[in-house]
T-cell receptor, first 111, second 116 residues
Framework: SQKIEQNSEALNIQEGKTATLTCNYT??????LQWYRQDPGRGPVFLLL?????KEKRKERLKVTFDTTLKQSLFHITASQPADSATYLC??????????FGAGTRLFVKA | EAGVTQFPSHSVIEKGQTVTLRCDPI?????LYWYRRVMGKEIKFLLH????????ESGMPNNRFLAERTGGTYSTLKVQPAELEDSGVYFC??????????????FGSGTRLTVV
């Protein structure tokens, strides 16, 4: 069956460290993969997109990698801050416009 | 520019009643999407409009759900009659182009629907 797996356990890290979140998928061939941030009571906010032919994408303190052989994406936040605390969602687009979301991983950054 | 606006933010209704959710996309965004998050589960696709036409409604759970986008501007999602399992957060999103162009979706804050 098709699945997107994100670590359901919350990730707790110290301010200033690098947070690394994992997204694994099975039985999909995504054209591209997106990462969103979601805060309580709000809708997801788009962060980054990486295409199937790209290995890595960066935006300020964010970095995303995409390994289509391992069927995995890693999302890194460097020099993390308490304001980075949120739920981060991985999302795949296999074709067209429909996006398939993972359940998300909660990140807590302690000061 | 104004973001995606959803109304109401919360709705509590009794089983068997009707509820209508509204979404105002970003002006000029032809693509409008409805998604739903049931408690503890991931956000799931319901349907996609291009202007006033339903492009993909493969995620609509059953015929108790009716989505419309008359005139290609705002959209409504009606649930009639509501069942307990319809409880969740309903998100609307819009995009100017295919999200693969690099800008993803812009989501509203959602409508939290509770059916009791």
């Amino acid at each position: 069956s098709q699945k997107i797996e994100q670590n359901s356990e919350a990730l707790n890290i110290q301010e200033g460290k690098t947070a690394t979140l994992t997204c694994n998928y099975t039985n999909y061939s995504p054209a591209y993969l997106q990462w969103y941030r979601q805060d309580p009571g709000r809708g997801p906010v788009f962060l980054l997109l990486i295409r199937e032919n790209e290995k890595e994408k960066r935006k300020e303190r964010l970095k995303v990698t995409f390994d289509t052989t391992l069927k995995q994406s890693l999302f890194h936040i460097t020099a993390s801050q308490p304001a980075d605390s949120a739920t981060y969602l991985c999302a795949l687009v296999t074709g067209g416009f429909k996006t398939i979301f993972g359940a998300g991983t909660r990140l807590f950054v302690k000061a | 520019e104004a973001g995606v606006t959803q109304f109401p933010s919360h709705s509590v209704i009794e089983k068997g009643q009707t509820v209508t959710l509204r979404c105002d996309p970003i002006s000029g965004h032809d693509n409008l999407y409805w998604y739903r998050r049931v408690m503890g589960k991931e956000i799931k696709f319901l349907l996609h409009f291009v202007k006033e036409s339903k492009q993909d409604e493969s995620g609509m759970p059953n015929n108790r759900f009716l989505a419309e986008r008359t005139g290609g501007t705002y959209s409504t999602l009606k649930v009639q009659p509501a069942e307990l399992e319809d409880s969740g957060v309903y998100f609307c999103a819009s995009s100017l182009e295919n999200p693969g162009q690099g800008i993803g979706y812009t989501f509203g804050s959602g409508t939290r629907l509770t059916v009791v």
